[in-house]
């Protein structure tokens, strides 16, 4: 099956800097998808991208659509407590007759130190 | 709140043991999927329906089966329980198949004891 290659698992980073996370996959993607999980609570849709290449933001949340369709990344600027939590990549890709599915990332933790 | 309802929140059942999971999609939205997510595999994708009919399949076992009602909400099945099958199961909807942006609920977390 697809396997998508999200790095790093894990990041401790002090409040004010700049967050980079990306993921891979050996398979193309005709969507990729960022979400972000809290503790106990389901995963919410942060950023969506739809066509290679493609630049999208979302307040201090930028995104990019890889040119290969093989890898997206995210990046936070100037992150803030508020930005704790399991931040999953997400690509789609039709498996036929209008059916489709997200094949997640393991997730990126992320901890923010005050 | 994405608008997406699951219940129970929380299931605690003894192994062997058969529960149904319950899923109300956003208001407008066709499309239910299931996701299962464990601390070891992350969130994998079991099984999708769309107006009331099935559409793609993922890794969901034998033991586990879905459907979507006609007021399209959605149950998942799951039978002759095993510890291993203790994770968080999420429900999402989206308008249709085509919309890449699924919407999720809060989770079911089942224990099997």
Redesign the interface.
Known sequence: ?QQLNQSPQSMFIQEGEDVSMNCTSSSIFN?W?W?KQDP??????LI?L?KAGELTSNGRLTAQFGITRKDSFLNISASIPSDVGIY?C?G?MS?G???????????TKLSVIP | DSGVTQTPKHLITATGQRVTLRCSPRSGDLSVYWYQQSLDQGLQFLIQYYNGEERAKGNILERFSAQQFPDLHSELNLSSLELGDSALYFCASSVDPGQAEAFFGQGTRLTVV
């Open positions: 099956g969507t998808l979400y106990g609570e389901g995963p919410v849709l969506a739809y999953f997400a789609r498996s007759a209008g059916s489709y599915q997200l094949t997640f990332g393991k997730g």
